[in-house]
């Protein structure tokens, strides 16, 4: 068992306690709903925290050591609520489908969950196996702040084994970029070499991270993950959804929305492919597919429509006879009829880092993935046999 560690209580950067900081800054921040966690705080008498690694909405994230094998893992502490994350519930359905180790090298799992209780409320909490940094911190390290077409294949094929192990037990992440959640910042790279760990905990004793000392909590300074160059592992399953039959009901980021997620017709695991493809477009093209991102209402709707028919052609009337919202920018034939007008582009005018045959097939295996009709979208195993996925590498 290893012992806990004593972290310093001075020798750090005392911030100004007026200036919001770190989730301070998030718009309805609440500070009773979060937690204040401490470094070197333990929990479940197991689970010593390390150092901060990153906030949001509903959780902060930090780097913990558990002290039963001394071990580093990940810690999210959830905002208070007396409901259990879903993503417990889907890792624990993966675990009996999958063997855990195997789905593991592709989706991070949930290890343990158990709850906390705080000042104002109880909170959930989720330990992760630790990875490395989003994909999208990583492409601003790069050159020109994009994947390269040799880097971005890999990375897709990874996510898509990812996909293929959900979707077999009916499990369907929705999150992939931004909601569905195939989003980039739901894809991290995998840790190649965890002495990272041992060093971040050091960093954390010998330059402790600046922070602002408060009255009921501390809010401390978030520490960078270290660049490394493992395989990329899809993470964040809090939006999945274990689904044996259609779905309904509004899913996805504004800017990644599948058209029947936004027609309100019943949705599938396709929704993920569809994510998929605008995902591949975000990583290469340092730009989102489509620019009109406010869906709330229905002219927003409309550009947004508009938009997909500029770059995928009209969508068949087959497809919106499945809905009664669709006469609201269509009619009954099929025929365009909102005020909107439709762009003039086409995804080869929008393409602009290749050329030829690679072109060609790169706008292949988009328009495979951004089909208006789900069913004609490919599932994530016949994905991975695309000629340009596989590229020279096979």
């Not at 690694?53 to 994230?61: A, E």
């Not at 402790?208 to 490394?228: E, N």
């Not at 509004?250 to 027609?263: G, H, K, N, Q, S």
């Not at 006469?327 to 009954?332: A, G, K, S």
Request: net charge negative; with cysteine; hydrophobic share 35%.
């Amino acid at each position: 068992m290893a012992s806990t560690r004593q972290f310093p209580t001075s020798g750090f950067t005392v911030l100004d306690p007026s200036r919001d900081f770190e989730e301070e800054t998030l718009p309805g921040y609440v500070k009773e709903r979060y937690y204040p966690v401490r470094i070197g705080e333990v929990f479940r008498s197991r689970y010593q925290v390390v150092t901060k690694l990153g906030f949001g909405s509903s959780s902060t994230v930090w780097l913990c050591r558990d002290l039963s094998d001394g071990q580093f893992l990940v810690l999210k502490v959830h905002v208070r609520t007396m409901r259990q994350p879903s993503e417990v519930q889907i890792s624990d359905h993966l675990k009996t489908v999958h063997d855990a180790q195997s789905v593991g090298r592709y989706v991070r799992l949930v290890l343990d969950s158990f709850q906390v209780p705080g000042p104002h409320g109880v909170h959930p909490c989720i330990i992760y196996e630790p990875a490395g940094i989003d994909i999208r911190d990583y492409i601003h390290c790069l050159e020109g702040d994009a994947l390269t077409e040799e880097l971005l294949r890999p990375a897709l094929r990874f996510v898509l084994i990812a996909l293929n192990y959900l979707h077999q037990p009916q499990v369907i992440h929705t999150g992939l970029c931004f909601i569905s959640d195939v989003q980039p910042n739901n894809i991290l790279l995998g840790i190649d070499d965890e002495t990272v760990f041992a060093y971040m905990e050091e960093d954390e004793m010998t330059k402790p991270a600046p922070r602002k000392v408060l009255d009921d909590r501390t809010i401390y300074a978030t520490r960078a993950m270290p660049l490394t160059s493992g395989e990329p592992i899809l993470a964040d399953l809090g939006e999945a959804r274990l689904a044996e039959e259609k779905q309904t009901g509004l899913i996805m980021p504004d800017v990644y929305r599948a058209p029947e997620v936004m027609l309100g017709m019943d949705w599938d695991s396709k929704v993920d492919i569809w994510a998929i493809g605008q995902t591949a477009w975000t990583l290469f093209e340092q730009g989102h597919l489509f620019r009109s991102q406010n869906l709330d209402t229905q002219s927003g709707q409309a550009r947004r429509f508009a938009e997909m028919v500029s770059l995928l052609g009209p969508p068949p009337v087959e497809f919106l006879r499945r809905s009664k919202q669709s006469l609201h920018f269509w009619d009954e034939d099929g025929n365009w009829k909102s005020s909107e007008e439709i762009p003039q582009q086409s995804l080869e005018s929008r393409e602009s880092r290749l050329q030829g045959d690679n072109q060609r097939l790169f706008l292949e295996f988009l328009r495979k993935t951004l089909s208006w009709l789900p069913e004609e979208r490919p599932t994530a195993k016949q994905l991975l046999l695309d000629e340009w996925l596989r590229g020279d590498d096979y």
